[in-house]
């Protein structure tokens, strides 16, 4: 498994998560478009922190980075508040228009 | 010691005005401000009198730098010589006494804490006048005087005929004060300076002078009298001191005896030393007819406090005739003992108003003072009303119910009648008389003998008018029995000044004036004329009956005078002076008694009609009893040319200035405003509307891209997004 792997999963993914969002009809589904956007991304932290930042030789042995890591860490918990806020939204919404589909509500139309 | 003692003369009567008006901020009032006025009062009185012996006989000016102004230097400063402090004591004296008359007579007015207040104001302005050292401190309180007047005239400002006095006293006295303006000037300019004394002062600059600047100096010399016109209300400026009687008398008494019109001789006597024998003679003339004119007048006043205004101005043209002829301290003197006779003769008057007027308070059951003179008036006087409680035909047979009242004001009136010996009255008469006759005698000009005619007159005028008063005040049956019978003494914080006033008028009390020592002869120049007289306290003549030194006439000074006047011509005059004296004495004596005869002859006796005479005499009865149409000539000329000349001025602004305006108006309106709103419709707003026009269709286009569905935005950034990369990696 190289990084080229990962990378191409991660495009796939990310690809999907555009198209899903520029689609869909439902608010809801273009929130899981997001979701797939965000994991993307995080995926290609962990595979670059894994390949491409160079191992720190201390004396005798050698000491892998984690930065990479901890980000994608920081992005899943920003993800699971991001739907929070977002579901939040998209309630009030419904509750004012009765409706998710995007493109009813579309009071801003110039 | 001079200093604190000067301090608190002129700071005490100021204080209690201060209490009165930084209370006044607050809305409250000192309760006893009489009580505070009055003391202040005779703290200052009490310091005067340690004064008299802290005088030394060189006098230095004391002055602080005041202000400078580029090179110039203004100082203020105090001068006590002798005469400052008699004034200084015959101000505090008399100002005390008026204090605690007032106590009484203006009891129960609304204003009463004011009175006081702007009593003691009044006080403050002529004595800070008095102990000035320059013509700026002297020109302070001048001007301080005549405010005061103004609020006391005026005090009682209810009344229409008290709003007009007080704004004519001031409008008239403002008069003389720009000439004395213009005088302070011309010697400004020629010295820089405008102090008096000290060696770059006036009196010691004047003597460089070229024989060449006499003239100018004379102008000067008048111009600064004219000031002294105004305010000791000569002739013609005298019409605004009977008016004056329309505050209350306590005030009138200030006014005549100390403060208001003192000024103006206390003035002219200040600046003796630059007088030249030209100013000198336009001063003694204006004085001599002053003297005469007002006398006249008087004779047929029935006012009871008109008489007394005539006789005070009367008196001061005596003064200013003594000082123009050269009697610098005759004039001085007759001040003084005017002073304290005249307060007398006002306060009498006060005391006698205040017996009636008690009958009207009484009657209307009101105690406003301002219901003094009311509407429903006994005696009309040719359409000028008298207020009954002031008309002497009213009155009569009042000496047996207010015998204080009469006893002390039959003094004051053989005093100012000139009655020989026991009065101070006839000294310092007989005092001025000499002194012209003396001069005249000296210098031998007819003028001195003119003017000797004129003053020896109006004494014999004087004794008549005043006695008149008397008889028919205090003689004879009563002529209006409702008013008699409510008439009653008055209190006595009222009659105790008169007695005080009425021990003031011999000669005992006036001890300083008798003192030959006491007072410094001013210093002569040779800008005074060879021929001019100084007339000091000289015991040479004194006369043996009475034990008193007189005044007498000394040497005419010809030491000083380089030029042909040597000791024969001082012997010369030294030998006329005596028996000027002597023959003024004899004079004044007969025409005082003649005087009293025909007076005592009209209204006591009745032998004569007073009625009679008048219509035989009926141009001169008029003349006189029109005051010799001053003040018809007043309001026909000045006030009918100011009106005329205002309506002159009103066409013009009317016609010209609004014609101007007005045309400029339509020229702006409708030729420059039509062009200007002409290119702002069309240009100004054409611009913003066409660029409103063009927004609003852009708009109406561009709008469109806004869908509102959030996918075809999100599409256009992704799309963006790509084009930006492909553009990134293909350039």
């Known amino acids: ?110 | 010691m001079i200093v604190p003692l000067i301090s608190i003369i002129l700071l005490a009567p100021l204080a209690a005005f201060a209490i009165f008006a930084l209370l006044g901020l607050a809305k409250r009032n000192f309760p006893r401000q009489d009580y505070l006025s009055t003391v202040a009062m005779l703290a200052a009185l009490g310091c005067s009198l340690l004064l008299i012996q802290e005088v030394v006989s060189d006098p230095k000016p004391i002055t602080v730098e005041w202000l400078s102004l580029g090179s110039v230097t203004f100082s203020m400063g105090f001068y006590l010589d002798s005469v400052t402090v008699i004034m200084l004591i015959v101000v505090t004296l008399v100002s005390s006494l008026v204090h605690i008359f007032s106590i009484g007579y203006m009891h129960g007015d609304p204003r009463y804490s004011r009175f006081f207040a702007f009593l003691s104001l009044f006080s403050f302005s002529m004595l800070f006048l008095v102990v000035s050292d320059n013509l700026l401190g002297i020109y302070i309180g001048w001007e301080l005087v005549g405010l005061c007047s103004y609020l006391l005239i005026g005090f009682w400002f209810e009344k229409d005929s008290a709003a007009n006095a007080c704004k004519k006293a001031f409008l008239t006295t403002r008069v003389g004060d720009i000439g004395m303006f213009i005088g302070m000037m011309m010697l400004f300019a020629e010295f820089g300076t405008l102090s008096l004394y000290g060696d770059s002062g006036i009196f010691e600059e004047v003597t460089t002078l070229e024989s060449g600047q006499i003239a100018w100096l004379s102008v000067a010399g008048i111009l600064i009298f004219c000031g002294a016109v105004g305010k000791s209300a000569q002739v013609p400026l005298h019409t605004w001191l009977p008016d004056a009687m329309e505050g209350p008398t306590p005030v009138s008494a200030l006014i005549h005896a100390a403060t208001m019109v003192a000024a103006g001789v206390y003035l002219v006597a200040r600046m003796f030393p630059i007088l030249t024998p030209t100013s000198s003679l336009v001063i003694a003339y204006v004085g001599g007819i002053t003297a005469l004119v007002a006398a006249t007048i008087a004779i047929v006043r029935f006012d009871i406090k008109r008489v007394l205004a005539y006789s005070t101005v009367s008196q001061l043209g005596y003064m200013m005739l003594a000082i123009g002829a050269g009697s610098y301290v005759a004039g001085l003197f007759h001040l003084t003992t005017h002073a304290f006779f005249k307060a007398l003769l006002f306060l009498g008057s006060g005391s006698v108003i205040h017996a009636f007027h008690a009958m009207h308070a009484h009657h209307d059951d009101e105690h406003a003072e301002s219901d003094e003179h009311d509407d429903h008036s006994l005696v009309h006087e040719h359409g000028s009303e008298i207020p009954p409680d002031q008309d002497m035909r009213n009155m009569g047979g009042l000496r047996k119910k207010m015998p204080l009242t009469f006893i002390t004001m039959l003094i004051a009136t053989l005093s100012i009648s000139g009655v020989p010996f026991v009065f101070s009255g006839f000294w310092s008469k007989d005092a001025i008389l000499g002194g012209v006759l003396g001069q005249a005698m000296a210098s031998n000009s007819p003028h001195y003998y003119i003017l000797f005619g004129m003053a020896l007159i109006a004494a014999g005028i004087t004794a008549f008018y005043m006695f008149r008063l008397i008889f028919m005040t205090f003689f004879g049956e009563p002529r209006n029995q409702e008013m008699h019978d409510m008439a009653h003494e008055s209190p006595w914080v009222m009659t105790v000044p008169l007695i005080v006033l009425a021990a003031l008028s011999f000669p005992a009390v006036n001890i300083l004036w008798f003192n030959e020592n006491y007072i410094e002869p001013p210093p002569q120049h040779h800008i005074h004329s060879p021929q001019r007289v100084y007339v000091s306290p000289d015991s040479k003549t004194a006369d043996a009956n009475s034990g008193i030194s007189l005044f007498g006439i000394s040497e005419a000074e010809a030491a000083e005078d380089e030029s042909g006047h040597d000791a024969e011509h001082a012997s010369d005059g030294h030998h006329g002076h005596g028996p000027a004296h002597t023959i003024a004495m004899v004079l004044s004596i007969c025409v005082a008694g003649l005087g009293i005869l025909l007076s005592w002859l009209f209204y006591h006796k009745r032998r004569f009609s007073a009625e009679a005479v008048a219509t035989t005499f009926r141009p001169a009865y008029n003349l006189f009893w029109n005051k010799y149409y001053f003040d018809e000539f007043y309001d026909g000329v000045l006030v009918a040319l100011t009106v005329w000349k205002s309506r002159l001025f009103a066409g013009f602004d009317l016609s010209v200035v609004d014609g101007i305006v007005n045309g400029v108006g339509t020229v702006t309106r409708d030729v420059l405003a039509a062009f200007i709103g002409f290119f702002d419709n069309r240009v100004v707003d054409g611009l913003v509307n066409r660029v409103a026009a063009v927004t609003w269709s852009a708009g109406g286009r561009i709008r469109r891209i806004q869908t509102g569905a959030i996918q075809t935005y999100l599409f256009v950034v992704i799309g963006g997004i790509v084009l930006i990369i492909l553009i990134f990696r293909l350039f």
């Not at chain 1, 999907?16 to 809801?28: E, P, Q, S, Y």
């Not at chain 1, 939204?89 to 493109?103: C, K, M, N, Q, W």
């Open chain 1, 1 to 110: 498994m190289s990084l080229q792997h990962y990378l191409v999963i991660s495009s796939i993914l990310f690809s999907l998560g555009i198209f899903a969002v520029l689609t869909r009809k439902n608010a809801i589904s273009i929130l899981m478009g997001i979701e797939l956007i965000l994991n993307s991304c995080n995926l290609n932290f962990v595979a670059f922190s894994r390949f491409v930042t160079p191992a720190e030789s201390i004396v005798g042995s050698e000491v892998f980075r984690f930065d990479g890591q901890i980000i994608a860490i920081f992005g899943i918990v920003l993800a699971a508040a991001e739907a929070a806020v977002f579901l939040a939204i998209i309630l009030a919404i419904y509750r004012e228009f009765g409706s998710i589909r995007p493109d009813e509500v579309d009071t801003l139309k110039g």
